[in-house]
């Protein structure tokens, strides 16, 4: 147990909804990541908060916004969900986040119909 | 281009046995870091090894240790001992900077290791 968090677990889901996905840092983390893992794309960095500012970005679709909230907890919100959209998304927290090891929740599996 | 590139879709190793599972970058940030994971069946993605690249050493934690050869851009992680334990996909990856001084995550296709007994 890494002590990060995600809920839910299991998201299945239609075409053009909007789903949010929380996650819940290690006691005492101050950076957040999300993380997608689908069969075609393999994983990909979505995008990095650390104490509740935006700290780095990558591939994340502009129907995908995440945001860390004063408590540090993360959420990532999916809007006009594809078909493409349905894969493994994981949170990491880490102390820093420029070497330290990120911890990774156990992800929410996003299936979208 | 690829920027990491992991070469071996898959291996095999016998238990007890070291090995090597290959990964070679290309980034022109001259201050970037380096990462393995480890995915197991369950899912889950567990941090094994960090090298920085201004690290002198190569990275050792436990069993794993990370062969750094920043001229040839290559960071593979070498398995020692190999237990049945660590069959699962690893994961090579990189954080870079980028043009507008934010770091970025890059990760590899993965190498899926066997142990056999």
């Not at chain 2, 480890?38 to 069993?63: C, H, V, W």
């Not at chain 2, 699962?88 to 900077?97: G, K, N, P, S, T």
Request: hydrophobic fraction near 30%; charged fraction near 20%.
């Amino acid at each position: 147990d890494s002590g990060v968090t995600q809920t839910p677990k299991h998201l299945i889901t239609a075409t053009g909804q909007r789903v949010t996905l929380r996650c819940s840092p290690r006691s005492g983390d101050l950076s957040v990541y999300w993380y997608q893992q689908s069969l075609d794309q393999g994983l990909q960095f979505l995008i990095q908060y650390y104490n509740g500012e935006e700290r780095a970005k990558g591939n994340i679709l502009e129907r995908f916004s995440a945001q860390q909230f004063p408590d540090l907890h993360s959420e990532l919100n999916l809007s006009s969900l594809e078909l493409g959209d349905s894969a493994l998304y994981f949170c990491a927290s880490s102390v820093e986040g420029v070497s330290d090891t990120q911890y990774f929740g156990p992800g929410t599996r996003l299936t979208v119909l | 281009a690829q920027k990491i590139t992991q070469t071996q879709p898959g291996m095999f190793v016998q238990e007890k046995e070291a090995v090597t599972l290959d990964c070679t970058y290309d980034t022109s940030d001259p201050s970037y870091g380096l990462f393995w994971y480890k995915q197991p069946s369950s899912g889950e993605m567990i941090f094994l090894i960090y090298q920085g690249s201004y690290d002198q050493q190569n990275a050792t934690e436990g069993r794993y240790s990370l062969n750094f050869q920043k001229a040839r851009k290559s960071a593979n992680l070498v398995i020692s001992a190999s237990q049945l334990g660590d069959s699962a996909m690893y994961f090579c990856a990189m954080r870079e900077v980028t043009e507008s001084g934010t770091y970025k995550y890059i990760f590899g296709t993965g190498t899926r290791l066997k142990v056999l007994a």
